[in-house]
Nanobody, 128 residues
Framework: QVHLVESGGGSVQAGGSLRLSCAAA????????MAWFRQAPGKEREGVAT????????VFHDSVKGRFTISQDKAKTTLYLEMNSLVPEDTAMYYC?????????????????????WGQGTQVTVSS
């Protein structure tokens, strides 16, 4: 079973930075995409960034392009989300997710329904 555990969340002032980590017990052969989603109170879950692990490539939500970076370590055991120039609108619970090889995550990389494995989340709060 794939197991994902997020860490690195916290409170930061606008303009600051945070790096989220996702410790992943994942078989790279069976996972095509790993991603970060976020959900603020009263809002739908939103895809933030996706890393294609079955092939090269990344995709970002327009709201975070140029500010966030998604990456993984060489052993592919940890997924990262580097968040810079944070704004209050980034405040949310952030979730790590993984999509199996049979999903359509290449076509819909930021769609929550493509992902089968989820962490429990880490809270990010950005104050003005």
């Amino acid at each position: 079973q794939v197991h994902l555990v997020e860490s690195g969340g916290g409170s930061v002032q606008a303009g600051g930075s945070l790096r989220l980590s996702c410790a992943a017990a994942v078989d790279s052969y069976s996972i095509n995409c790993m991603a970060w989603f976020r959900q603020a109170p009263g809002k739908e879950r939103e895809g933030v960034a996706t890393l294609y692990t079955g092939r090269a490539g990344t995709v970002f939500h327009d709201s975070v392009k140029g500010r966030f970076t998604i990456s993984q370590d060489k052993a592919k055991t940890t997924l990262y989300l580097e968040m810079n120039s944070l704004v209050p609108e980034d405040t949310a619970m952030y979730y790590c997710a993984a999509a199996p090889s049979w999903s359509d995550c290449y076509t819909h990389p930021l769609l929550w329904s493509q992902y089968s494995y989820w962490g429990q989340g880490t809270q990010v709060t950005v104050s003005s």
